[in-house]
């Protein structure tokens, strides 16, 4: 097993022994921290391959109850893991995505499938190897997939395909590249890269995102995506009345000292919409650190590409 894992393994068999997170579980399982790959991040995977594997055969409902949610909060959760967006703004106000709990719900569903030793072992390690193969991607990766065409744009190289329309965004201060959208049909994504500076993460840019977002008039909720924990946005813009709001999806990812957020918009953004597009090119996505960074500016700069778009 890989080391993430591995202390899995160990944090699982901790809850099953004894029926709560110990604090060096808690420790180990470093959860919330989505920079690399950590042992609370196997755990989610390992048990949304277990849900998803269940959905499959048309098995959504829990057969055994689970320690610290009642019956509807255990629903609720699952159908937000399973990515229903109707479900997880309500998950997000009670705070229900928490280490104990999802340990309670993995561990109900080990047992509910009597799965053994074995088999959890090789669940644990399917998770971990798929947390290892979905970008965004730093450049100096090596574990990076080398297939799929990419426009180099300096600080970032995003994946392009036949009928792509891509604008990029200069700054108002300075008229420097500071984004780069990309159009497929209705839907479109911009993308852009940050360094973070100081204790900034995709977490807190997110809380500052919704806060700002409701302090404009407008609304932002929290929900789990294939890309992780994104935000489910509706947004102020310059029209007249009945058509000054957009719907937006709001994706972010922790790298190696840099946060790229993908700003969807369009009918990919909508909260029904189950279009793949932006996610696989925001997890396409590569990003290229500056190799001699301001010390201030926290903006990763871009380029025109050398081939012309």
Do not use: N
């Amino acid at each position: 097993m890989g080391e993430a894992s591995d202390a899995a393994r160990s944090v699982v068999a901790q809850f099953r022994r004894d029926g709560f997170v110990a604090p060096e579980s808690a420790e180990r399982a470093e959860f919330e921290v989505w920079d690399r790959v950590t042992p609370g991040r196997v755990l989610l995977v390992a048990l949304q391959i277990l849900l998803r594997l269940r959905e499959e055969d048309g098995r959504t409902d829990l057969g055994r109850p689970v320690p610290g949610l009642d019956e509807e909060e255990a629903g609720l959760l699952v159908r937000t893991l399973l990515g229903d967006a109707a479900a997880a703004p309500e998950t997000s106000r009670r705070d229900l995505i928490t280490l104990d709990r999802l340990l309670g719900l993995l561990a109900s569903v080990i047992a509910e499938e009597s799965l053994s030793e074995e088999a959890v072992d090789a669940l644990l390690e399917a998770a971990e190897e798929s947390c290892l193969a979905v970008g965004p991607w730093d450049e100096r990766d090596d574990r990076r997939p080398q297939s799929g065409e990419l426009v180099d744009l300096g600080g970032l190289l995003v994946p392009t395909e036949p009928g792509l329309k891509i604008e990029l965004m200069p700054s108002r201060q300075d008229g420097s590249l500071v984004g780069v959208t990309l159009i497929r049909g209705r839907t479109a994504i911009q993308l852009q890269a940050f360094r973070a500076l100081g204790d900034t993460s995709w977490a807190s840019v997110r809380e500052d995102l919704a806060r700002t977002m409701r302090g404009r008039g407008g609304s932002a909720e929290e929900r789990v995506g294939p890309a992780g924990t994104e935000l489910q946005a509706v947004v102020r813009i310059q029209g007249p009345p009945g058509k000054d709001r957009q719907t937006a999806r709001v994706l972010g990812h922790d790298g190696p000292g840099w946060i790229l957020r993908g700003f969807v918009t369009g009918v990919g953004a909508e909260p029904d919409s189950t279009e793949e597009w932006s996610y696989a090119t925001f997890q396409g996505t590569v990003v290229r650190p500056p190799s001699a960074p301001s010390a201030t500016d926290p903006l990763i700069r871009l380029r025109w590409p050398e081939s012309g778009i």
